[in-house]
């Protein structure tokens, strides 16, 4: 028996989810949980110390900061990466679930807040 998955969320749970207004759960909704999660506590140990990102990652954030993401341009992105960069926490953080959320939603879901966030202040701090 194929059952749909229903759910009703808290609005800030539903608000950024890439299925968002709908009741089912998409697989991108399973893939948004697991990114925003491993985004914000990222985000939350470099802002207070717990992590310090290599240098090479802060370029390489920097250098994300600036083009239009797609699942292939950042698929690009984590293959070029150096072996510094590709050791690092933030690959992790891409690699397991952004891209796939990325072929669900354009870049500037709110899905991917977060994602953002963490990208745009580690981008703030090569300068």
């Not at 808290?10 to 709908?22: A, E, F, Q």
């Not at 506590?41 to 390489?60: D, T």
Request: glycine share 4%; proline share 6%.
């Amino acid at each position: 028996m194929d059952q749909e998955l229903q759910v009703v969320l808290c609005t800030p749970c539903d608000s950024g989810r890439p299925g968002r207004g709908t009741s089912r759960l998409r697989p991108a909704d399973f893939d948004w949980a697991a990114l925003e999660q491993s985004a914000t506590h990222l985000l939350a140990s470099f802002k207070n110390g717990q992590w310090v990102p290599y240098a090479q990652e802060l370029v390489f954030a920097e250098d994300l900061a600036w083009f239009a993401w797609t699942e292939e341009s950042l698929r690009a992105a984590v293959r070029a990466a150096d072996p510094w960069t590709a050791a690092g926490r933030l690959v992790r953080v891409l690699d397991s679930n952004a891209f796939f959320v990325l072929r669900d939603v354009p870049s500037t879901d709110p899905a991917l807040h977060s994602l953002r966030r963490l990208i745009d202040a580690l981008a703030a701090a090569a300068v």
